[in-house]
């Protein structure tokens, strides 16, 4: 089974990696970026017998800071 | 319009990241987990006159290093 969370700075969370990219983006020429925001994915490669609410609780225990950041979590 | 790049490592690259979490994991309890891989995620909102060509440019110029990561873009 694979798990894959994705993990996004909340609304109204300074991100300074996605602006630092947001300027080169347009450094380059490139036009028409309203805004960027970075954020990370963590793909868990698990055997078939662990139970996905398990999936749920790694992210509140290490995974994600549920104080600044989102998640969603897709198994396939 | 929305893209989101979703940028992983290769195969085969060392990801130390992805080891720090596994062993995290595996000292909170938590079994049966095969392998764990950080990558990143960038959104770029865009401007609905953007020609969707031009994300694949900008992974390519900016985004990612085709070296060592491989990349997806979706559309929303």
Redesign the interface.
């Known amino acids: 089974m694979r798990a894959t969370v ?1 993990i ?1 700075l909340k609304d109204g969370v300074l991100d300074p990696q ?1 602006e630092a ?1 947001h300027t ?2 347009l450094g ?1 020429g ?18 078939d ?2 139970d996905p609410k ?1 999936i749920d ?2 992210c509140k ?3 994600v800071n549920e104080i600044i950041e989102d998640y969603k979590v897709e198994i396939s």
């Open positions: 994705t996004m996605g990219v080169a983006l380059l490139f036009a028409g970026i309203e805004k960027v925001t970075q954020g990370k994915v963590i793909e868990l490669n698990l055997s017998d662990v398990r609780e790694m225990k290490l995974l």
